[in-house]
T-cell receptor, first 110, second 118 residues
Framework: QSALTQPPSASGSPGQSVTISCTGTSSDVGAYNYVSWYQQHPGKAPKLIIYEVTKRPLGVPDRFSGSKSGNTASLTVSGLRAEDEADYFC??????????FGRGTKLTVL | QVQLVQSGAEVKEPGASVKVSCKASGYRLSGYYIHWVRQAPGQGLEWMGWINPSGGGAKYVQKFQGWVTMTGDTSVNTAYLELSRLKSDDTAIYYCTRESTLAYFDYWGQGTLITVSS
């Protein structure tokens, strides 16, 4: 399966909102409500921030939200803070016990 | 608390093999699938496949079939990733991660850097 498509970069000023898209196909993102998002700071392991499209694990601020329309999922970070500067990866279930990741988006807080 | 602790970095010559361990604590390895994900330098995450530590079943992305083996030993609560016939473009950080409930990864190991160089 092919990697999900994400913009390579996104940016925003502190306090602003930014949305990162994740486009797949009708066989993965469009077929299942099993999209998750991961935040990765330099030199660190990825951290789960959104699962099942819209759900947040305990401890993840509600500034992070997820949504999906058709074959495209989105992650919105509201009230940007300096510590949100990181790489963000989406992932989706792709059927037949397969998973697929996006190529990642580097979020810069200006 | 749940933790996945991986073995340390390794440097291997092309053609060699390496085995990475992923020791789980805070839960029973048999209760959840373990997936392996790799990240080449400066690149994104690449899903490699999974192991069911309970039944021993595994699934591999096609490009990893035949030279990657994922196993689990529930007696020591540890999963393993073995890579053979290493090439320079296998240089990457290899992560183990636990699949929670369905299709998302709630805990990650700290990563193991495998460098393939002559």
């Amino acid at each position: 399966q092919s990697a999900l498509t994400q913009p390579p970069s996104a940016s925003g000023s502190p306090g602003q909102s930014v949305t990162i898209s994740c486009t797949g196909t009708s066989s993965d993102v469009g077929a299942y409500n099993y999209v998750s998002w991961y935040q990765q700071h330099p030199g660190k392991a990825p951290k789960l921030i959104i699962y099942e499209v819209t759900k947040r694990p305990l401890g993840v601020p509600d500034r992070f939200s997820g949504s999906k329309s058709g074959n495209t999922a989105s992650l919105t970070v509201s009230g940007l803070r300096a510590e949100d500067e990181a790489d963000y990866f989406c992932s989706s279930y792709a059927g037949n016990n397969n998973m697929v990741f996006g190529r990642g988006t580097k979020l810069t807080v200006l | 608390q749940v933790q996945l602790v991986q073995s340390g970095a390794e440097v291997k010559e092309p053609g060699a093999s390496v085995k990475v361990s992923c020791k789980a604590s805070g839960y029973r390895l048999s209760g959840y699938y373990i997936h392996w994900v790799r990240q080449a330098p400066g690149q994104g995450l690449e899903w490699m496949g999974w192991i069911n530590p309970s039944g021993g079943g595994a699934k591999y992305v096609q490009k990893f079939q035949g030279w990657v083996t994922m196993t689990g030993d529930t007696s020591v609560n540890t999963a393993y990733l073995e890579l053979s016939r290493l090439k320079s473009d296998d240089t990457a950080i290899y992560y183990c991660t636990r699949e929670s409930t369905l299709a998302y990864f709630d805990y990650w190991g700290q990563g193991t850097l495998i460098t393939v160089s002559s």
